[in-house]
């Protein structure tokens, strides 16, 4: 009892990190090749960087950033109960590359810099790594993975602004 308990005011802490702190990754990764991810944060900045997007495209980003946070409190919650396979399908279906996808085929990725799309790219690797490492039902291997996920969003959020 007092494992979980503990193991939740862990998650707990994690989770508003993010949410206070914003979201931000930066990775210089090829697309085409898998490699382990260096999660670098860059300073925050007073001067975010605004996406210059028409209201309907900024509001479906909103969209994708409330599921984001969403599914990240879904995923706590479960790894909370040791529920392991709602934590997997949460994070390879609201996190990965299939969410991904999605998003491109709502959005135009080309009102996007290069920049955002390697943050975004970076964010879907860490939460494919995430899902792969939830398989191993081992928290001191998941929660390592969670918090890169949650750098990843930090790290985007560091340089864009909604």
């Not at 990240?72 to 609201?94: M, N, P, R, W, Y």
């Not at 899902?131 to 959020?157: G, Y």
Request: charged letters at 20%.
């Amino acid at each position: 009892m007092f494992v979980q308990t503990m193991i939740r005011w862990f998650l707990f802490v994690i989770v508003c990190s993010v949410v206070i702190m914003g979201c931000s990754v930066h990775s210089s990764h090829d697309h085409n090749s898998r490699s382990q991810h260096d999660v670098v944060n860059p300073e925050p900045s007073d001067a975010l960087v605004t996406l210059g997007l028409d209201s309907d495209a900024q509001e479906a980003l909103n969209i994708v950033m409330r599921a984001h946070l969403e599914a990240v409190s879904q995923i706590v919650a479960a790894l909370g109960k040791e529920d392991f396979q709602l934590a997997h399908d949460v994070t390879e279906d609201q996190l990965g590359f299939a969410k991904h996808r999605e998003a491109m085929r709502r959005q135009m990725p080309r009102n996007f810099p290069p920049e955002y799309h390697d943050l975004a790219m970076a964010h879907h690797h860490a939460a494919e790594d995430l899902s792969k490492e939830i398989s191993s039902k081992e928290l001191p291997r998941i929660l390592p993975a969670l918090a890169r996920t949650l750098q990843a969003c930090v790290a985007c959020h560091r340089v864009y602004k909604r």
